[in-house]
């Protein structure tokens, strides 16, 4: 039975979760969520912090953010269209996990279709992670009696590409094209404004009041890891960061004699 004739082997999108991280609680979190909610037309849930950072003055618990996660299709279709023309329908090939999930940040929420500056609001980006999956993954998340969904079932990166530049028409640029996966030397390089929030917070946890220079992408023992380069006090520091936001190393770079 053909992938088409079998809807089972179909891959859908079964959320859009949408984040802002603003690092600290009061008005500003306030407003990120009227933002939230003004894009997506829901109620946004606020996210916590893991742990107390008394250099940033978070203590873990507090609020620091907050996200709105879309499931229905009709939402999800509307809300993505928008979202990719901001980007003007074109995304780089690194936005694209090992599971085939989509990650893309917008530096400004003003960007989307009939949304304009307000004085009063600010600007505010966010971070939008789109989940593609085959039906039956659901088997994996419960509670009770799990079961790891075979690697045949899941969706790879090159199929997300390609599922996403049929269904949004969006252009896939950069390394990856027709490759499985990639080489854990390639480097990728990252645009500073186009960083996830939650590196950018382990960053400033990591090196507070540094300037992010650079950033770039890379594959290390099978996960994708940020290196980020900050310049603080006439220093530069090399950060590493996974995905997950997690500092694995900083190093203070020599100048050379």
């Not at 407003?31 to 849930?45: D, H, I, Q, Y």
């Not at 003003?110 to 993954?137: A, C, S, W």
């Not at 969706?155 to 996966?181: A, H, Q, T």
């Not at 939650?198 to 950033?215: C, L, S």
């Amino acid at each position: 039975m053909s992938k088409a004739a079998n809807p089972m082997l179909v891959p859908s999108i079964t959320k859009v979760t949408v984040n802002i991280g603003v690092g600290e609680g009061g008005q500003r979190l306030q407003l990120a969520e009227k933002v939230l909610e003004v894009l997506t037309g829901m109620t946004p849930v606020r996210t916590l912090s893991t742990q107390t950072n008394r250099e940033l003055g978070t203590r873990r618990g507090a609020p620091i953010g907050c996200k709105v996660t879309i499931r229905n299709e009709e939402s999800i279709n509307s809300f993505l269209k928008d979202a990719f023309w901001v980007r003007q329908n074109t995304l780089p090939s690194y936005n694209f996990d090992n599971s085939g999930n989509l990650s893309f940040g917008i530096s400004d929420y003003t960007d989307f279709p009939d949304q304009k500056y307000d004085p009063d609001i600010g600007i505010f980006g966010m971070d939008i992670n789109v989940v593609l999956e085959r039906p039956g993954h659901r088997v994996s998340r419960r509670r009770q009696q799990s079961r790891r969904v075979s690697a045949s079932h899941r969706v790879g990166p090159e199929e997300s590409r390609k599922w996403f530049s049929k269904i949004y028409n969006l252009k896939i640029v950069g390394d990856g094209d027709g490759e499985e996966e990639e080489d854990e030397d390639d480097e990728i390089d990252v645009p500073v404004d186009e960083l996830p929030d939650n590196i950018k917070q382990a960053v400033e946890a990591a090196v507070p009041g540094g300037d992010i220079t650079e950033a770039e992408l890379e594959m290390e023992d099978g996960q994708q890891v940020y290196e980020v380069t900050v310049e603080k006090d006439g220093q530069e520091f090399e950060v590493e960061v996974s995905k997950d936001g997690e500092v694995l190393e900083v190093e203070l770079e020599e100048e050379e004699e």
